[in-house]
């Protein structure tokens, strides 16, 4: 019978390789995930029939060695990363997280899947519970404001399935990898203190995140260390949306005596920072200087491009994933918060204080 020449080639499969390397299939699967009991003969055959085949093992194939699914699986916030897709303004955020998680997983034969849970769900457990019993993941990599949820740790804890928390440094079960938030906000502030600003004002992120208190920590730190009154009345609430940002603007730039420098705990409070201060006469950065506590591209294209903190998200996941496979192959968990360093970038919407 003549071949189709256009019809799609058969994957090769483990039975491929067992049949070509005249060995079982369970050798096979145990040289592919490195296991023990394979006489190095026998290993250097089933290799040959690999590279001979051009075998890419399967996840199937992985998991006939033992009880690991060679999966992780991170969770991020539904409602917000659902309201930053619709809204179209650009965050980031989750393509920094895959583009870190993924290719370290792929580095080590591993998968990462990616979930959209509702930390303020009554029905978070049971999504939960549904996303472990379906996928079985070697390790759950946890997104603000999870990793600070005990409903969420204190399941995985109980199921035993090692997890990192991404942005928090509480103490609790797993292990948290972070940059330094507090310090991040320190070395924002004075930067604006180097440059001649006394007025100083703060928008604060949401309270549900641990990370939003020790970035006001941080801030109240460097206005102290500069000498400067720590007034609270230059402390605006938001919680991280352009909404909030525009109405702690609009509060902080109509006191008697305004702030001359602004530091935003998110990119979409930045930038409505940036278009409130325009709407009310304020030149940037002659009148007013403003920073962002996020390096997302908007926040590189605004007019003027904003000087922002740079969160060191792909290499927070990275090192999240790295660390649950090690761990799953019997290395010890780190004890201690893991801290990835920050960059402050500067740019144009940042000059010294006139007049």
């Not at 070697?138 to 997890?163: A, Y």
């Not at 942005?167 to 991040?184: E, L, P, V, Y």
């Not at 509060?251 to 990119?267: C, F, Q, R, Y």
Request: glycine share 8%.
């Amino acid at each position: 019978m003549q071949r189709n020449p256009g019809a799609r080639p058969r994957p090769v499969t483990i039975k491929d390789v067992a049949a070509e390397a005249d060995v079982s299939l369970q050798t096979v699967s145990r040289v592919i995930n490195d296991g023990p009991n394979v006489r190095p003969a026998i290993k250097e055959r089933v290799l040959k029939a690999i590279e001979k085949l051009g075998y890419v093992p399967s996840l199937a194939a992985r998991r006939m060695a033992g009880k690991k699914s060679y999966l992780l699986l991170a969770l991020n916030d539904r409602d917000r990363t659902i309201e930053d897709w619709r809204s179209g303004d650009g965050t980031d955020w989750v393509d920094q997280m895959l583009l870190g998680g993924m290719l370290k997983c792929a580095e080590h034969g591993y998968r990462m899947i990616f979930e959209l849970v509702d930390t303020h769900s009554s029905n978070v457990e049971r999504e939960l519970t549904s996303a472990l019993g379906a996928l079985h993941p070697d390790g759950v990599i946890l997104t603000p404001p999870h990793g600070d949820n005990p409903t969420i740790t204190n399941l995985l804890n109980e199921r035993r399935i090692p997890f990192a928390r991404i942005g928090s440094t509480r103490k609790g079960a797993g292990f948290g990898i972070a940059m330094d938030d507090a310090t991040a906000a320190a070395a924002a502030t004075a930067e604006l203190a180097r440059l001649g600003h006394r007025r100083i004002g703060f928008i604060t992120g949401s309270l549900e995140y641990a990370l939003s208190t020790d970035r006001r920590e941080g801030y109240q730190r460097a206005v102290r260390a500069a000498g400067i009154e720590d007034d609270p009345r230059l402390i605006a609430q938001g919680d991280f949306t352009f909404e909030s940002g525009e109405a702690a603007t609009r509060e902080l730039l109509s006191l008697p005596n305004p702030p001359t420098a602004i530091l935003a705990s998110s990119g979409h409070m930045s930038l409505a920072a940036l278009e409130v201060a325009k709407s009310m006469g304020f030149r940037v950065p002659d009148d007013l200087s403003i920073i962002s506590f996020d390096d997302t591209p908007i926040v590189k294209f605004s007019a003027p491009p904003l000087t922002a903190i740079r969160q060191p998200i792909a290499e927070m996941t990275a090192r999240a994933a790295e660390l649950l496979i090690k761990v799953n192959i019997g290395e010890p968990g780190p004890t201690k918060t893991q801290i990835v360093p920050f960059s402050l970038i500067v740019r144009s919407s940042t000059g010294p204080l006139k007049g």
